[in-house]
């Protein structure tokens, strides 16, 4: 199922909007498991075990078990783990700026592109659902107020819509009010 999100964020250009967003959502980080104290003996009853000859190390293993990018993977070692260990390894990813139960971790996200409120500077970043291309400031404001059935500014005060589902159509305000940077609207495809 393929969504359209839209982050008010302030930027420099459009450009470095998308990128700013993309980073958010699609930012990697080069874990360091050799770091990660844990006993592997624990992961080897595993459904996915670890096997001393199967791997060049423990922490080889830890990079294809602990996959960032499916979140439901990490989720279900709770489930396989002592507790002792799941905790050290959420702290873990947690200490290095992962949220294994935030619900943007359950999601596809692609940044199609930004504009600034007059369309002046527009940027396109990738291909996704929909093509950012066809796109205006006023056809950004039809969907949202169509979907909740009041008038929307995309470039105004759009708090109060930040609580609707991560899978659903939304924009999430992330202006800062005492910026001097420009205003941008960044356009995103969410694939749960």
Known sequence: MHNLHFIAI???SAQQACEKVDLEFNGHKNLDFSKLDVNPDHFRELENPYDDEEYDSFATYLTE?????DPWSIRDLEHELDGETYFKIDKFLQTAGYDV????NLFNITVLGAMNEDETDKHFQNSGHWDFNEYSK???DKILSNEFGKEVNCFGDNQWIDDTPADSV??????????????????LDVRS
Do not use: C, E, G, H
């Open 170 to 187: 939304r924009i999430r305000d992330q202006f800062a009010k005492d910026s001097t940077l420009p205003k941008y609207v960044v356009m």
């Open 65 to 69: 078990l602990l996959n960032l990018d």
């Open 101 to 104: 139960d935030l619900d943007d």
């Open 10 to 12: 302030n930027a420099i």
């Open 138 to 140: 006023s056809d950004i």
